[in-house]
T-cell receptor, first 115, second 115 residues
Framework: AQKITQTQPGMFVQEKEAVTLDCTYD???????LFWYKQPSSGEMIFLIY??????QNATEGRYSLNFQKARKSANLVISASQLGDSAMYFC????????????FGKGTMLLVSP | NAGVTQTPKFQVLKTGQSMTLQCAQD?????MYWYRQDPGMGLRLIYY???????DKGEVPNGYNVSRLNKREFSLRLESAAPSQTSVYFC??????????????FGPGTRLTVL
């Protein structure tokens, strides 16, 4: 069974607008962590933001925030005030008790920011 | 700090050839990982090493071997390369398993083509 689902293969947004990238997950473990990574065209994987299952507040890192809805098992990434440099592939990933040390990745969403 | 480094950056092999991908980290992390990335598939875990002296299979270990040479270095070996192993290979590292966040930090990747 797929543990991480990213249903949007591609998204388009205009510069300075906000955009939400969807991620749903599946786990029966009460302790888990959710991560978002950015992969620009240069290929490197850049860590953006982390949300723990027991965290009371939604995570924020600068223009990135994570809309964590535990009951719906969703962990959407919100990018505010998009910039041209945000154009990249974005991956959602999860670590849960079953894979204590390892991450399971979704298939990614390609974001294109236009001027 | 260089973070996670990988060599080589690019490699072309013929079917049946062998090679070793090298990875080193200077962040004093205990855990290290090897992933492969194929178009439309996200990242899939090949092998990981939770700590020095241990290695475990991930989701797609067939055709690969690994060696955790010391705390810093984790190599991936293809004994007899096949065209199905054409992919981009990423090495990553993270803090001890006891850390609740355990963010993985990635190397720049190795683009491997098997003809």
């Amino acid at each position: 069974a797929q543990k991480i689902t990213q249903t949007q293969p591609g998204m388009f947004v205009q510069e300075k607008e906000a955009v939400t990238l969807d991620c749903t997950y599946d786990t029966s473990d009460p302790s888990y962590g959710l991560f978002w990574y950015k992969q620009p065209s240069s290929g490197e994987m850049i860590f953006l933001i982390y949300q723990g299952s027991y965290d009371q507040q939604n995570a924020t890192e600068g223009r990135y925030s994570l809309n964590f809805q535990k009951a719906r098992k969703s962990a959407n990434l919100v990018i505010s005030a998009s910039q041209l440099g945000d154009s990249a592939m974005y991956f959602c990933a999860m670590r849960d008790g079953a894979g204590y040390s390892t991450l399971t990745f979704g298939k990614g969403t390609m974001l294109l920011v236009s001027p | 700090n260089a973070g996670v480094t990988q060599t080589p950056k690019f490699q072309v092999l013929k079917t049946g050839q062998s090679m070793t991908l090298q990875c080193a980290q200077d962040m004093n992390h205990n855990s290290m990982y090897w992933y492969r990335q194929d178009p439309g598939m996200g990242l899939r875990l090949i092998y990981y090493s939770a700590s020095e002296g241990t290695t475990d299979k991930g989701e797609v270990p067939n055709g690969y071997n690994v060696s955790r040479l010391n705390k810093r270095e984790f190599s991936l070996r293809l004994e007899s390369a096949a065209p199905s192993q054409t992919s981009v290979y990423f090495c990553a590292s993270s803090e001890s398993n006891r850390s609740p966040k355990r963010t993985q930090y990635f190397g720049p990747g190795t683009r491997l083509t098997v003809l």
